[in-house]
């Protein structure tokens, strides 16, 4: 088992599941849905205390499991204090020295290049996708969905100065042979991401549509959020979708097709209609607000009627 997140109204919503395998492909099986806050699963009775109220739930609906599993995938929701104690007491894993390594056809070369970049650091991850290294079994018998929230959580291990470098390394815009200009090298993001996109063994069943909208919405916002205010965003777009598209089919809650084919009023009529769900009034996200507001806003200037 395992906890993945989908990005919804300016939060991420939270669900238990499981990857099993359908050929061709490992696909993800929904167990339990966690809603935007599963740390209310957690039961404290001191600050090393805790118990996550699941056993039960999760043995009636036929899965059987144990707190120290639970613990395990609820620690990132643990108090930070807990997580600290809990820390200084767990031992390392030893690296086991006789382990054989692995086969590099079992991965798609776009994975092996992540986790090289999130385990050791490396910039030029290009170098290294020939080795069969043996922490790449880490990897093996997972569904798209779960191998996307697996690189999701380390990529959040890392502060923002090394998530950009991180983000340019994967997608091959870090270190280029000679200089190109910025509008160059950005159609190079979005050419080598939707290259990715496009690759049907990589989205292992899923469209192109749900693997850029859950999940590579991601590397786009850390890409371009990075840009100056007087970057003209519309013009960055011409190899995928429109990033205000993009953000704008997220916030309102519907494809990015209908977003494309929505005039001004059809917009403003589902601004209003989140709106009322995002309104801190309304105890929604104030931050989420404050985000769609200007998004629409971008919207409506790209609208001719």
């Given amino acids: 088992m395992y906890i993945a997140r989908k990005p919804v109204n300016g939060g991420y919503e939270y669900s238990l599941k499981k990857s099993y395998y359908d050929p061709p492909y490992w696909k993800s099986k929904l167990i339990l849905n966690l809603g935007t806050d599963p740390a209310k699963y957690i039961t404290y009775y001191s600050e090393v205390a805790f118990s996550i109220d699941l056993e039960e739930e999760l043995a009636n609906l036929g899965y059987s499991t144990d707190q120290q599993e639970l613990e395990n995938l609820f620690f990132r929701f643990l108090n930070p204090e807990t997580q600290r104690i809990i820390s200084q007491f767990t031992k390392p894993k030893s690296i086991k020295r006789s382990e054989k390594p692995v086969s590099l056809d ?165 601004f209003r209609k989140m709106a009322k769900v995002l309104h801190p009034d309304q105890g929604g996200s104030k931050e989420g607000f404050i985000k769609l507001k200007k998004v629409v806003e971008e919207l409506l200037k790209l609208k001719k009627d």
């Avoid at 191998?147 to 950009?164: A, I």
């Avoid at 340019?168 to 815009?173: K, L, N, Q």
């Avoid at 850029?212 to 007087?230: A, E, M, Q, S, V």
């Fill in 106 to 270: 079992l991965f798609h070369p776009f994975d092996v290049k992540r986790y090289i970049v999130l385990k050791l650091g490396v910039l030029e991850p290009e170098k290294f996708l020939s080795y069969p290294f043996p922490f790449l079994k880490n990897i093996i018998k997972k569904s798209r969905d779960e191998l996307e929230n697996f690189f999701w959580d380390m990529e959040d291990e890392l502060n923002h100065r090394e998530k950009m470098k991180y983000v340019r390394a994967i997608f091959g815009v870090l270190k280029l042979p000679y200089q190109m200009r910025e509008e160059e090298v950005d159609d190079l993001f979005l050419k080598n991401l939707c290259q990715v996109l496009e690759d049907e063994d990589f989205r292992m069943g899923l469209t192109k549509e749900e693997v850029l909208c859950t999940y590579f919405c991601r590397y786009i916002w850390l890409y371009f959020d990075n840009k100056p205010r007087f970057y003209q965003r519309e013009n960055l777009y011409k190899t995928f979708y429109e990033r205000i598209y993009v953000e704008a089919a997220y916030y309102l809650g519907v494809s990015i097709d209908e977003i494309k084919r929505a005039n001004k009023k059809e917009i403003l009529i589902l």
